[in-house]
């Protein structure tokens, strides 16, 4: 049973910084792509970045890319999220998510696994 438990989330300032952490009970996370979704308000969930299972690709959607970074600790277990220069379109909640494909996938539907979320909320 794999479980994904996110932490980091709060409220912050617009041009602050957030580290979103996800602890994953997995026996090893080389074996998964690693995945940050978001869902805003009223709003579908959207892949904000994804790590490939040996770490070498990864994805981080446009609205993001400059300012977000996926990354992971093997060891640990945990894949990150740094965001930086934080705006309020940011605000949503984030959840962590988990795939055994080869590829790395952006789209929801074709993650397995999924943490419970951790609320980022941005003020102006």
């Known amino acids: 049973q794999v479980q994904l438990v996110e932490s980091g989330g709060g409220l912050v300032q617009a041009g602050g910084s957030l580290r979103l952490s996800c602890a994953a009970s997995?026996?090893?996370?080389?074996?998964?792509?690693m995945a940050w979704f978001r869902q805003p308000p009223g709003k579908e969930r959207e892949i904000v970045a994804a790590?490939?299972?040996?770490?070498?690709?990864?994805h981080h959607a446009d609205s993001v890319k400059g300012r977000f970074t996926i990354s992971r600790d093997i060891d640990k277990k945990t894949v990150y999220l740094q965001m930086n220069s934080l705006k309020p379109q940011d605000t949503a909640v984030y959840y962590c998510?988990?795939?055994?494909?080869?590829?790395?996938?952006?789209?929801?539907?074709?993650?397995?696994?999924w943490g419970q979320g951790t609320q980022v909320t941005v003020s102006s």
């Open positions: 997995v026996r090893t996370l080389s074996s998964y792509t």
């Open positions: 998510a988990a795939d055994l494909g080869a590829y790395v996938p952006t789209r929801s539907y074709e993650y397995g696994y």
């Open positions: 790590i490939s299972r040996n770490g070498a690709t990864t």
